[in-house]
Structures are given as structure tokens and as C-alpha cells.
């Protein structure tokens, strides 16, 4: 167990519709970063939140948005849901800017 | 642009057969390189950390090292339960202080007793 906790583990819902993945980073981890892993892409980084604020993005469509609350979990949300959009999201924390990622079990994403 | 390639993408090895994997990266402003283990349905764990050229760290069966443009994940003498997907990562400054970290696709691993 990482310690890091997201929900829902799976979700399936239609094209167009809007779904907010979160995640709950390990004890006293300030960082927050979101993949999305799909079986052709591989992890492909979104983007990252320092205690609360935005740090690095990758390649974040502008559909997707996420946020660090001051608890530090995290929120991402998917919108105008397409079926490419169908994959694993993976949420990781770190105490800082580390690259030892602990990530969580992840939420499976079906988009129907 | 930054990017990590491992090679190959499938390994089949006997157990007991030791073989190598590598990640060749091209990244500005790199941080670290990072190995990550993933079992199928399951989120990535970690590894290794290397810093600078000439670095290695061991494992149990496993041993990363790190040149100037690359790094190799070595196995010795494998068994079954090290059958997985190894992940290669490295870390690069990102924008506003942040640091992304950026994998590889993997290389997948079957270990047959």
C-alpha cells in the first residue's frame, strides 16, 4: 500500500459527459501529479500541484483541469468526455519536487 | 524535446537467465532518472534513484546503472515474480520551479520457470 488513495477505482459513463477523478496523497506529501496511462500511450504526465499551486504541465488537453485544495488532495476534471479519452489516471504524490513517485491504485476510465 | 526510450519492449527470459534493459534519454535540465516496477492493474512502484553519470544501486536481483545518455536495469538470475512492466523515468525542470517527471513505455518482462 503506497498510501495514496484514489477514487473511484472504476467509472464508466458517455461521450460528452463530465467526471472529477480524486486523489488523496500520502501523509505529509505537499506534491500532487496526475497520469493518464492508456495501453498505446503509455504514462503521459498532466501536470503537477505544489501545495496548492500549479508547478509543471505536460500535455493536459484543455478539457482536463485539476486542482490542489488546502488539505492537499486533488481533484482532476475530465470534461466533454471523448472515447479516446478511455484510460487508467494515475495520481502520485512526493514530498516535494522528488521524482520518487508513490502513486495510487488508479481510476479506470471507460467512456462509453 | 525530452524524451525516454526503453528497449525492448518485451523481454522472455528463463528463470535464472540475467539480461539487461535500457532507457536512452534525451531531456534538458535533467534532475534524475528514476526505475519504476508496475504489475498489471496496479500503479507503478519505485525503484531506484540515480543522479550523475557512473551511479549504481542495487536490489535483490535487480541493478541500475547510468551513463551520460542512458541507463540499464540489470537482472541476475530472474524468477517468475519478477515478471512485470519496468518503467524508466526522468525528471526535468519544468516551468514556474516544477518538475516534471516523463516515462518510458516500458519494458515488459516475462520470467517463465
Known amino acids: 500500500d503506497s498510501g495514496v488513495t484514489q477514487t473511484p477505482k472504476h467509472l464508466i459513463t458517455a461521450t460528452g459527459q463530465r467526471v472529477t477523478l480524486r486523489c488523496s496523497p500520502r501523509?505529509?506529501?505537499?506534491?500532487v501529479y496526475w497520469y493518464q496511462q492508456s495501453l498505446d500511450q503509455g504514462l503521459q504526465f498532466l501536470i503537477q500541484y505544489y501545495n496548492g499551486e500549479e508547478r509543471a504541465k505536460g500535455n493536459i488537453l484543455e478539457r482536463f483541469s485539476a486542482q490542489q485544495f488546502p488539505d492537499l488532495h486533488s481533484e482532476l476534471n475530465l470534461s466533454s468526455l471523448e472515447l479516446g479519452d478511455s484510460a487508467l489516471y494515475f495520481c502520485?504524490?512526493?514530498?516535494?519536487?522528488?521524482?520518487?513517485?508513490?502513486f495510487g491504485e488508479g481510476s479506470r476510465l471507460t467512456v462509453l | 524535446e525530452d524524451q525516454v526510450t526503453q528497449s525492448p519492449e518485451a523481454l522472455r527470459l528463463q528463470e535464472g537467465e540475467s539480461s539487461s534493459l535500457n532507457c536512452s534519454y534525451t531531456v534538458s535540465g535533467l534532475r534524475g532518472l528514476f526505475w519504476y516496477r508496475q504489475d498489471p492493474g496496479k500503479g507503478p512502484e519505485f525503484l531506484f534513484t540515480?543522479?550523475?553519470a557512473g551511479e549504481e544501486k542495487e536490489k535483490e536481483r535487480l541493478k541500475a546503472t547510468l551513463t551520460k545518455k542512458e541507463s540499464f536495469l540489470h537482472i541476475t538470475a530472474p524468477k517468475p515474480e519478477d515478471s512485470a512492466t519496468y518503467l524508466c523515468a526522468v525528471q526535468a525542470s519544468g516551468w514556474t520551479g516544477g518538475f516534471k517527471t516523463i516515462f518510458g513505455a516500458g519494458t515488459r518482462l516475462f520470467v517463465k520457470a
Open positions: 502520485a504524490s512526493s514530498k516535494g519536487g522528488t521524482g520518487e513517485l508513490f
Open positions: 540515480l543522479y550523475s
Open positions: 501523509s505529509g506529501d505537499l506534491s
